[in-house]
């Protein structure tokens, strides 16, 4: 089966490494013995001690088998995994019934950045309308809004945190949704 990944998907797994080199070289002096890898957190579960201060629980979203088993990633990039990451935004809803595909925490120079995908079977316009508002009702401003048929886009802003969501429809039907974030 061909999973060939759309332009959306590469932007968001480009902005995801750059994300995690600018950590590696930030915090990689070169002179030190690595750190041991960290155990991805359980699917749901409360982030662990050695997960960043003040980071809240992420939101628990369980795959409850709507989304067909095709969509969802087969191999996952070192350091991936398939769920929201602990330092989530607690103000950036999950999209009603989306499951996600994959999804990365870290903190980078102080700031805590995020990115996740979500896979929903509702359509790109559906999800554009919600987050549009859903933003909005948390505080946020939108700084830039596209919809289009070959996919749609938010920025916005709250306070010092910046956001990023792209919306894609799916070949298999539904949509993908992307959300990166900093703050």
């Known amino acids: 089966m061909d999973r060939s990944r759309t332009p959306v998907q590469h932007l968001f797994n480009l902005a995801l490494a750059f994300a995690l080199v600018g950590l590696a070289v930030a915090c990689d002096s070169g002179t030190q013995e690595p750190d ?4 991805a957190h359980e699917y749901g579960a409360p982030p662990s001690a050695s997960d960043a201060e003040g980071a809240t629980a992420a939101p628990e979203v369980p795959r409850d088998g709507s989304i067909a088993p095709d969509r969802f990633p087969a191999d996952l990039p070192e350091g991936i995994v ?3 990451p602990f330092n989530f935004p607690s103000n ?3 999209y009603p019934g989306a499951q996600p595909a994959q ?3 870290a903190d980078l120079e102080g700031a805590a950045v995020s990115g996740v995908q979500l896979l929903s079977n509702d359509s790109p316009e559906e999800i554009f309308s919600f ?3 859903a933003l909005r009702d948390n505080g946020w401003d939108i700084t830039e809004s596209k919809n289009s048929e070959l996919g749609s ?3 916005a802003t709250n306070g010092s945190c910046k956001a990023a969501l792209f919306i894609q429809g ?3 039907g539904g ?3 992307f959300v990166i974030n900093e703050c």
Do not use: F, N, T, V
């Open 175 to 177: 949509s993908d949704i």
């Open 36 to 39: 041991a890898p960290e155990a």
């Open 82 to 84: 398939a769920e929201i």
């Open 131 to 133: 987050y549009e508002s």
């Open 170 to 172: 799916s070949p298999q």
């Open 92 to 94: 950036i809803p999950i």
């Open 103 to 105: 999804g990365k925490g």
């Open 153 to 155: 886009s938010i920025s």
